[in-house]
T-cell receptor
Framework: AQSVTQLGSHVSVSEGALVLLRCNYS??????LFWYVQYPNQGLQLLLKYTSAATLVKGINGFEAEFKKSETSFHLTKPSAHMSDAAEYFCAVSEGTGGSYIPTFGRGTSLIVHP | DVKVTQSSRYLVKRTGEKVFLECVQDMDHENMFWYRQDPGLGLRLIYFSYDVKMKEKGDIPEGYSVSREKKERFSLILESASTNQTSMYLC??????????FGQGTRLTVV
């Protein structure tokens, strides 16, 4: 069975500061991992994905995430926050061959950016 | 670009009404999903479908049913709407083992 834990329902940073959103997963087979962003009253938009190629994955809007198998983590980072980054962020996992392809989502982290 | 279109952005329905939420995707994806999103609870899977006329229950199917008569269309049905079904409903589609593409969401209010 797969599951996702996002630490912190809210993260607050100043504009220009480092953004770090945490995600830990459990999976019985090698996972596929995703980060999505949701702006108010919108659907989810893919930020980046890990599918067993490079462990450091670069996404849109300057975000990146690193897959660490030993820590079962896939934390999302951005060196310098911008006001437009304020949104809800979701980590998701689906399992590879032999597992469930259905994406399971974390509860989300709301990113607040202060001027 | 993949497009997933949900028929309504906002809906207000009365308790006891039968409600249909429609979702259409244009990329020939075999998988389609209905999620419900509530504050603090993230996305919870209601039903999914991996082929025409095939459906599987997700984590919270009670009070809902689905229909998939054509590959591109996946409908969510609330048989008798209740106030605890007031929520944001998100439809998504995907190929096998790839990312899901989401519609804009339908915010349903049951009064």
């Amino acid at each position: 069975a797969q599951s996702v834990t996002q630490l912190g329902s809210h993260v607050s940073v100043s504009e220009g500061a480092l953004v770090l959103l945490r995600c830990n997963y459990s999976s019985s087979v090698p996972p596929y991992l995703f980060w999505y962003v949701q702006y108010p009253n919108q659907g989810l938009q893919l930020l980046l994905k890990y599918t067993s190629a490079a462990t450091l994955v670069k996404g849109i809007n300057g975000f990146e995430a690193e897959f660490k198998k030993s820590e079962t983590s896939f934390h999302l980072t951005k060196p310098s926050a911008h006001m437009s980054d304020a949104a809800e962020y979701f980590c998701a996992v689906s399992e590879g061959t032999g597992g469930s392809y259905i994406p399971t989502f974390g509860r989300g982290t709301s990113l607040i950016v202060h001027p | 670009d993949v497009k997933v279109t949900q028929s309504s952005r906002y809906l207000v329905k009365r308790t006891g009404e039968k409600v249909f939420l429609e979702c259409v995707q244009d990329m020939d994806h075999e998988n389609m999903f209905w999620y419900r999103q509530d504050p603090g609870l993230g996305l919870r899977l209601i039903y999914f479908s991996y082929d025409v006329k095939m459906k599987e229950k997700g984590d919270i199917p009670e009070g809902y049913s689905v229909s998939r008569e054509k590959k591109e269309r996946f409908s969510l049905i609330l048989e008798s709407a209740s106030t605890n079904q007031t929520s944001m409903y998100l439809c998504a589609s995907s190929l096998q083992f790839t990312e899901a593409f989401f519609g804009q969401g339908t915010r349903l209010t049951v009064v």
